[in-house]
């Protein structure tokens, strides 16, 4: 249990662990969500995401269903070579189990996954096919599957609410046929998770043969319950899991890749399993996803929601700035997170307040402080949320004494096509004295603050005794830039903010406006780097 309290997580495979498959059908069961269709190219991004994140099995399409599927399966299979297995979906039918083998020629290692309802409901209004017509259905389509391909997993739809006998005759007759992988998946989210890990368990010690093949859980979310289905069935012994990124799919959706790997990632080692799932690609892939899907991930989203590692109230925040693991079981970056992050609010206490302006790259002494935070606490009576832009502008209040330290005197830009992009910027410096540059860059942003970059640094360089202490050295990256129009129109006046990092992680945030925006990233990033040059003054 020490692992959870510290947030510690690993995917390691010590002796005695056992293996999970992790099977993501994102791009089959997760296109079935409503409006979430995706085209080849849209799949291929998906697919190479897939591959960084290291899922053992890419359900990649459903061949027959549409030639524009038959496509993004072949491209699919091109794609993933031998990093992955690459299975397709087909109906108990051999025209789509042709298709399926014809779409998975490219993959080396492919799998046909087929099969069809079970349960009462499925074979009396959907398939209307008797208990032992439906048998025969499995049994030669497994057969039919094997001619094309040595991996073939047979699925047994609505196994949840499968009359269990028959379900255990026809899991034999199949894995008897050839099929080296049984799906049980509970279609329609019907059952409690202790009732799917008594179904594994049942299925595991009853169905003759079982031993020999993988048995998969998967699991729909109808009641909310998708990810704790899919570790009981894990618990119970499933040696496969299936699942979606951002648990997208029909209706309430599949079960959350990520949850469940992360849950494993925790407990794993409690329940003797592990998967080889790369945690730290799980942020990456599900901004991908609803990127692509257009569906969007609610904030509150376990693992992935925006706000999943967001502490609002004073209480937790104060808690999180002494020691992260007060309020957070999963460190933000091991899951590719970023940082936890401390929403400011009327809720939010004096410690958050002074965190973010360090991080902002504002040393705030305490005289100003009390005054400052005050300011704070009226601006958040009247916004639920206070962000950086709000804080740079109350700082803006008490940062007038400040002088800069370098002044931007003149920029000329030449841009268009085809020409290449060149700014002439003079500056006027500490000691009075400008100074001057021409310097090329892919734009005119880019010339503009490259010139910037090599006036400042060139200037440290020469006459750095005559600045003193300051080290003109600019280690900092661009993290954020953006324009906003603060008036209507084509000669609204442009605002541009920048964010510039340091090597200790620290941001200094500048602000700029003019009518021409280049001239408003000029005076932005110009505003920025005097912050970073009086921090290291400071
Ligand atoms: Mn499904």
Redesign the pocket.
């Known amino acids: 249990m020490n692992s959870v309290v510290t947030g510690a997580m690993s995917n390691a495979d010590p002796m005695g662990i056992r293996h999970v498959k992790v099977l993501d059908?994102t791009l089959r069961?997760g296109e079935q969500s409503s409006g979430a269709s995706m085209d080849a190219t849209e799949k291929i991004s998906i697919a190479r995401e897939l591959l960084r994140l290291n899922v053992d099995i890419i359900e990649a399409g459903f061949p027959a269903s549409s030639p524009g599927d038959f496509d993004s399966v072949v491209q699919v299979a091109t794609l993933v070579g031998d990093k992955a297995v690459v299975c397709a979906l087909t109906r108990a039918v051999a025209g789509d189990i042709e298709a399926a083998a014809a779409a998975l020629a490219a993959a080396e290692r492919p799998r046909i996954q087929t099969g069809l309802g079970l349960s009462p409901t499925h074979l009396r209004y959907k398939l209307q096919l008797s208990e032992d017509n439906a048998l025969d259905h499995a049994v030669k389509a497994v057969k039919e599957a094997r001619r094309y391909c040595a991996d073939v997993q047979f699925y047994a739809e609505d196994a949840g609410r499968a009359e269990r006998s028959y379900l255990c005759k026809v899991l034999k007759a199949v894995i008897a046929a050839g099929a080296t992988t049984v799906n049980v998946?509970d279609?329609t989210g019907a059952l409690l998770p202790n009732q799917y890990g008594e179904l594994i368990s049942y299925l595991l010690t009853h169905v003759e043969g079982i031993a020999d093949v993988t048995l998969a859980a998967?699991a729909?979310n109808d009641l909310g319950l998708a990810t704790a289905a899919s570790l009981a069935a894990v618990a119970a012994g499933a040696g496969q899991v299936e699942a979606t990124i951002n648990g997208i799919?029909?209706r309430a959706g599949?079960a959350a890749l990520e949850e469940i790997v992360v849950a494993l990632a925790l407990h794993g080692a409690e329940i003797g399993v592990c998967t080889q799932i790369k945690l730290d690609e799980l942020t990456r892939a599900s901004r991908l996803v609803a990127q692509i899907t257009g569906i969007a991930v609610p904030a509150n989203k376990a693992i992935v929601g925006a706000g999943a590692f967001a502490h609002s109230s004073g209480i937790h925040q104060d808690g999180v700035l002494k020691q992260r693991s007060t309020y957070e079981i999963i460190d933000p970056k091991t899951v590719g997170a970023g940082a936890s992050s401390i929403v400011l609010t009327a809720r939010s206490g004096r410690a958050a307040l002074r965190h973010r302006l360090e991080q902002l790259g504002y040393a705030v002494d305490s005289a100003v402080f009390k005054q400052i935070h005050r300011r704070f606490k009226q601006i958040a009576d009247k916004k639920s949320q206070v962000y950086d832009e709000d804080l740079e502008a109350l700082m803006a209040e008490y940062d007038r004494g400040l002088e800069a330290i370098w002044k931007l005197k003149i920029l000329q830009v030449s841009c268009g096509s085809p020409l290449i992009a060149t700014a002439t910027v003079v500056l006027t410096g500490p000691d009075g004295n400008d100074v001057t540059t021409c310097v090329s860059g892919t734009g005119p942003i880019d010339a503009t603050f490259k010139a910037i970059d090599a006036l400042i640094t060139r200037s440290y360089e020469q006459n750095g005794e005559q600045y003193g202490e300051q080290n003109g050295r600019l280690t900092v990256d661009l993290f954020r830039y953006a324009v906003s129009a603060i008036t209507r129109g084509s000669d609204a006046l442009g605002e541009v903010s920048v964010q510039l990092v340091d090597e200790q992680g620290r941001i200094f945030s500048g602000r700029g406006a003019d009518g021409d925006i280049i001239v408003s990233s000029a005076k932005a990033y110009l505003n920025a780097l005097n912050r970073v040059l009086r921090a290291a003054v400071a």
């Open positions: 059908t069961d998946p279609t998967h729909h799919g029909e599949n």
